[in-house]
C-alpha cells in the first residue's frame, strides 16, 4: 500500500467515525464517548498526513507513534461504546477492524523505519 493509499484509508476512517457518532443515541453518556472518540479516530488520519511530511527516520517515527496512540485509543473507546451497551458489537464490527488493521500497519511500519535506520547507521561506521 502507497503513501496516498493510506492516507485515503486513514481519512476514510475519520469519515466513517463522524458518520458513527452523528448516529450514537442523543444521551449524556454517549455524547460524552463519542465526542473522545471523535477527537482520536480523526486524528489519525491528521497525524498521518503529518507523518508523511516528516524530515527525518525520527521525526516520522515520533509522528507515528502519535497515529498508533490515537488509533488504539480509538479502539478503546469503540470497546467502551460496546461494553456500555450504548451499541451493539455487530454494528461497529467493520469499523473496528478497519482500525485495528491500521493500527498494526503503523506499528509495522515504526519497525521497519526504525531498522533501515539502524542498517543505513551501521552502513556509515563502516
Given at each position: 500500500?502507497?503513501?496516498?493509499?493510506?492516507?485515503?484509508?486513514?481519512?476514510?476512517l475519520?469519515?466513517?467515525?463522524?458518520?458513527?457518532?452523528q448516529?450514537?443515541?442523543?444521551?449524556?453518556?454517549?455524547?460524552?464517548?463519542g465526542q473522545?472518540?471523535?477527537?482520536s479516530?480523526?486524528a489519525?488520519?491528521?497525524?498521518?498526513?503529518?507523518?508523511?511530511?516528516?524530515?527525518?527516520?525520527?521525526?516520522?517515527?515520533?509522528?507515528?507513534?502519535?497515529?498508533?496512540?490515537?488509533?488504539d485509543?480509538?479502539?478503546?473507546?469503540?470497546?467502551?461504546?460496546?461494553?456500555?451497551?450504548v451499541?451493539?458489537?455487530k454494528?461497529?464490527?467493520?469499523?473496528?477492524?478497519e482500525?485495528?488493521?491500521?493500527?498494526?500497519?503503523?506499528?509495522?511500519s515504526?519497525?521497519?523505519?526504525?531498522s533501515?535506520?539502524?542498517?543505513?547507521?551501521?552502513?556509515?561506521q563502516?
Amino acid at each position: 500500500m502507497n503513501q496516498q493509499m493510506f492516507k485515503d484509508r486513514t481519512k476514510e476512517l475519520g469519515l466513517r467515525i463522524i458518520r458513527l457518532v452523528q448516529a450514537l443515541p442523543r444521551t449524556d453518556l454517549a455524547r460524552a464517548i463519542g465526542q473522545q472518540l471523535l477527537r482520536s479516530g480523526t486524528a489519525v488520519g491528521a497525524n498521518y498526513r503529518a507523518a508523511c511530511r516528516g524530515r527525518s527516520p525520527a521525526d516520522v517515527i515520533a509522528k507515528l507513534k502519535i497515529v498508533e496512540e490515537e488509533a488504539d485509543e480509538s479502539c478503546y473507546w469503540m470497546e467502551l461504546l460496546i461494553d456500555a451497551k450504548v451499541i451493539p458489537a455487530k454494528r461497529l464490527l467493520a469499523l473496528q477492524q478497519e482500525a485495528n488493521e491500521i493500527l498494526a500497519m503503523v506499528v509495522a511500519s515504526i519497525k521497519t523505519i526504525r531498522s533501515r535506520s539502524a542498517a543505513t547507521a551501521r552502513n556509515r561506521q563502516s
